[in-house]
């Protein structure tokens, strides 16, 4: 970290006033955000320094054709860290959140996803000499050895770790054919290689922000389209893929016969990503315990169960293997096809905790007795937090509000987890003294906050207290503030 502040003092005359850590990926590189006198920045401590210098030319080559990337501010004498302006906003896959939750990609969200489609053609268009492939790691170029080390990746970091049986001679000639296929395909220029809705930045002062492509090198286009729009864990729905890639061959220039010879080389790109794909998912989230990656394998396996029977049957023991490997909600309760169901709840802790009658023992519970007590008040003894009155007296207290807003945002991120593995059940509960003002009024809150943001799930709300137990449809007001 102490070089990242020399960087900035050396920029800018003075040492950032606040530096923090920011949340890792897959990668081993660590980030943080410095903020000063020179403003706010994002810093890289890499460690790999020949990783860094090609991330430093990258960037400045994907800025001169017109890519909208951070500006490289500063680096170190040992190219081990690196500063770069700093980019506001979030994730692309965070922005979609709420389309993959309510099935619905409307025109903002459209837009967005066609201006990088647009982009990723500029990319793959980038002039002759505009890009030093002296310098990308690990190769410069895509070659039949670059496809082996994928799919050697899943075989060691996936089948392997996950005890999935397979021949051994049977699989490795499948997968040299599979790799000899790949390095036909024509090397069409730079290729990002993990092209992908974590990696894309949503910006508002700096519009679409590529952040993470150390490991491109001049290859062919298609891998990168298919690792946008089968993204295993974005769940593009099919009218969408097929609007995005319309968008894209428009942004190239195709014909109608590039077009379809570009759609022809797909499938297989789709089976080389999806593997791996799986390769990383099974050493980032089953061998590194990085529950983000392992909560991301049943998406993949799914993806490679939608592979058409004619690509996936050239290669024996590979499709042998992919029928073997568990549904995508194996594990996960949801293999019946049954929707998620939520138990919001409230109770007093006088009576004790709730009984789980799901059995799955897990959940939420929250403790709201930090938060004013309306029951300490004559005028609302008799009252419980669904009535009116309490509902307007906990809406004026601000502690109400920052604890649900967290409460909220815990749940939501198990929620969609939840969703994208098939899970049939969850519990969030809520407990204060007497189980009557405070938890009511959270659990209530809790119940119309997940209808809303995720329309396809089942709400059981139960108030203990009150002998209160109802599953919610739209025709039901149960919750607070509908009177």
């Known amino acids: 970290m102490e070089k990242l502040k020399q960087l900035y003092a050396a920029a800018f005359g003075s040492e950032p006033t606040e530096v923090s850590q920011l949340p890792g990926a897959g990668s081993n590189r660590r980030y943080f955000r410095l903020s000063g006198a020179g403003g706010c920045l994002a810093g890289t401590l890499g460690c790999d320094a020949a990783e860094n210098r090609a991330f430093i030319s990258l960037a400045g080559a994907l800025s001169k054709i017109g890519v909208s990337v951070p500006e490289v501010v500063a680096v170190s004498d040992d190219s081990m860290a690196y500063l770069q302006t700093w980019a506001d906003g979030t994730s692309l896959y965070d922005y979609l959140g709420r389309c993959r939750h309510s099935g619905v990609y409307d025109d903002e969200a459209m837009e967005v996803l066609r201006s990088v489609m647009r982009d990723l053609a500029v990319i793959h268009s980038a002039p002759d000499g505009s890009i030093d492939y002296s310098v990308t790691v690990p190769v410069a170029e895509f070659s039949e050895d670059v496809v082996m080390w994928d799919l050697n990746h899943f075989k060691y970091c996936f089948l392997k770790v996950t005890g999935t049986g397979f021949d051994?001679?049977?699989?490795?000639?499948?997968?040299?054919?599979?790799?000899?296929?790949?390095?036909?395909?024509p090397g069409d220029g730079f290729m990002y290689r993990d092209f992908q809705s974590r990696n894309i930045m949503v910006s508002p002062s700096l519009g679409r922000v590529y952040i993470d492509f150390q490991g491109g090198y001049r290859g062919p286009a298609a891998y990168d389209v298919v690792a946008f729009l089968w993204q295993s864990r974005a769940r593009y729905p099919e009218a969408v893929r097929e609007v995005l890639l319309k968008v894209y061959c428009e942004a190239r220039g195709f014909d109608d016969a590039g077009t379809s010879a570009f759609r022809a080389r797909l499938p297989l790109f789709r089976l080389l990503r999806t593997l791996q794909t799986l390769g990383t998912y099974g050493l980032r989230g089953l061998v590194e315990r990085k529950q983000m990656f392992a909560d991301s394998i049943p998406s993949a396996i799914e993806q490679l169960r939608s592979l058409p029977q004619e690509v996936t049957g050239r290669f024996p023991e590979l499709s042998r293997i992919i029928s073997s490997l568990p549904d995508a909600a194996s594990g996960s309760?949801?293999?019946?096809?049954?929707?998620?169901?939520?138990?919001?709840?409230?109770?007093?802790?006088?009576?004790?905790?709730?009984?789980?009658?799901?059995?799955?023992?897990?959940?939420?519970?929250?403790?709201?007795?930090?938060?004013?007590?309306?029951?300490?008040?004559?005028?609302?003894?008799?009252?419980?937090?669904?009535?009116?009155?309490?509902?307007?007296?906990?809406?004026?207290?601000?502690?109400?509000?920052?604890?649900?807003?967290?409460?909220?945002?815990?749940?939501?991120?198990?929620?969609?987890?939840?969703?994208?593995?098939?899970?049939?059940?969850?519990?969030?509960?809520?407990?204060?003294?007497?189980?009557?003002?405070?938890?009511?009024?959270?659990?209530?809150?809790?119940?119309?906050?997940?209808?809303?943001?995720?329309?396809?799930?089942?709400?059981?709300?139960?108030?203990?207290?009150?002998?209160?137990?109802?599953?919610?449809?739209?025709?039901q007001k149960v919750f607070a503030g509908d009177f």
Request: negative net charge; hydrophobic residues 40%.
């Open 168 to 185: 051994e001679a049977a699989l490795e000639r499948d997968l040299r054919a599979l790799a000899a296929q790949m390095a036909v395909a």
């Open 333 to 475: 309760g949801g293999s019946n096809g049954e929707p998620l169901t939520v138990t919001v709840g409230s109770f007093s802790y006088k009576r004790g905790f709730p009984a789980d009658p799901s059995g799955n023992g897990g959940g939420f519970v929250f403790d709201c007795r930090a938060v004013h007590n309306p029951g300490r008040y004559d005028r609302f003894k008799s009252l419980t937090g669904r009535d009116r009155e309490v509902v307007e007296f906990l809406e004026r207290e601000p502690e109400a509000s920052a604890f649900i807003g967290h409460a909220e945002a815990l749940v939501d991120a198990s929620v969609g987890r939840y969703v994208e593995r098939g899970f049939t059940s969850l519990s969030v509960w809520f407990g204060c003294t007497g189980g009557q003002h405070r938890s009511v009024y959270f659990a209530e809150l809790m119940a119309r906050h997940l209808k809303e943001a995720y329309p396809m799930i089942v709400i059981r709300l139960i108030h203990r207290e009150q002998a209160i137990d109802c599953c919610f449809n739209e025709s």
